[in-house]
């Protein structure tokens, strides 16, 4: 029986016959990985995780992508997890390192050795900048995942915690899916001052009808409201709803009193389209003020994407990232690809085109998704190494275990173990 939620529904609630699924064809898609050598422990822990929650099924191939060459045995390591073809990559240089780092070596450095010493998560590192700057730009263009209709992005070091027997793909594609997600979290401010408003001015600048999408980037949390209201109504609590959210939430307070200024916001969306024509570009803007106005800092968090290539490829995408691109935000901030891909989506995509794997269970560092019919979630819940994405610390988070979490599941999982 599907779920039917404010959201959108789960493919399959429970498990499928899954030798019976993997009968069917499969999608043109593959698994993507950027990775370094230093990560084969991570990249083999994530392999097996996939293989045997899902891919031991499916047999889709992985592709590993690089700045370097990888090395024979880390090539050895991984086709002997994987079950599908294996194929590497490596990325050429022009679309690896920024031009900045040509035509202005010395803006360059000192905007990122700046940014560290603003104690900006993975400001000071370049290789951080690069990456994100390739995972917005460049990497649908890659010689090996150009030849995609879709893509499931997977990093070092994940765990998957159900078995997923249908293929995501396919069933993607069957309800006009192009952008899949298990866990949507808070940027941190100090990484994007600038970006959503930059952002706005590209959708200015090019009169973009903005699709209901929107709204979840850009609106009262939207998207969180709608997910946890739908939690509240199962377990009878709505009540507790609103004040927790006005608790956990002050932003939503400084945002209502920001969005009775909605000229400020136009002036400072003309004053980004200017400082593209101004050298200086970004460095001339004020950075300790709350420049994001509207934005709520909700975005898809990136290390589980599964889409189609084509959403990038289209030339509105290629331009948002070409004007991003312009602006020197890449360096000068530290813009995520998770913003970034979260946003344009908010820019190009409706709402009934993007999916919410609620049944998939997954962790990356100490931010997990768990379905709540997993017989140990609730311990899983309690335990002090895992935040809900939120951005508390972890002793925080210990003494406020018994509070529901902002992304709670409401049960759909197969055979779920964590
Ligand atoms: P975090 O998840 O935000 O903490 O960032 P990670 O350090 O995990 O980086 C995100 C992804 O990019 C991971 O798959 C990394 O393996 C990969 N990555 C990050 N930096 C580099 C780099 O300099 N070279 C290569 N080849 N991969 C990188
Ligand atoms: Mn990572």
Known sequence: RPIKSHVDSVFESGCRDVLEEAKKTRANAAFVVLTRNSELQGVLSSMKSMERHFNQWFNYPWIFLNDERF?????????????GKVKFGVIPNLRWHMPAEKSDPIEFSEAIEEQGD?????????????????????????NLVQKLDWYWRVE???????????????????????????????????????????????????????????????????FVRGVNEQYYRDIGKKEQFWSRLQQRIPLLRAQQSLKENKDELDEYSLKALSSLSNPSRLRNVPRDRFDNFEYNLCHFWSNFEIARTDIFRSKEYRDYFEFLEQSGGFYVERWGDAPIHSLALGLFLNQSEIHYFRDVGYRHSTLRHCPLNSPHQLEYQRSPRYTNGYGKSEEE????????????????GCRCSC
């Open 397 to 412: 988070y210990w003494t406020n275990y018994d509070k529901p979490l902002e992304d709670p599941d409401i049960g759909t």
């Open 118 to 142: 603003r104690g900006i998560m993975y400001g000071s590192m370049p290789a951080y900048h690069r990456m994100c700057r390739f995972y917005s730009g460049y990497f649908f263009d890659h």
């Open 156 to 222: 070092p070091d994940v765990d998957f915690y159900c078995d997923i027997t249908y293929d995501p793909f396919r069933e993607m594609e069957a309800h006009g899916k192009k952008y899949g997600f298990t866990v949507m979290i808070k940027e941190l401010l100090n990484t994007v001052p600038n970006l959503f408003r930059y952002t706005l001015a590209y959708s200015k600048k090019n009169n973009i009808t903005l699709p209901d999408s929107w709204s979840l980037f850009a609106k009262d949390f939207d």
């Open 71 to 83: 090395t024979l045995q880390f090539k050895k390591e991984v086709r002997k997890v994987s079950s």
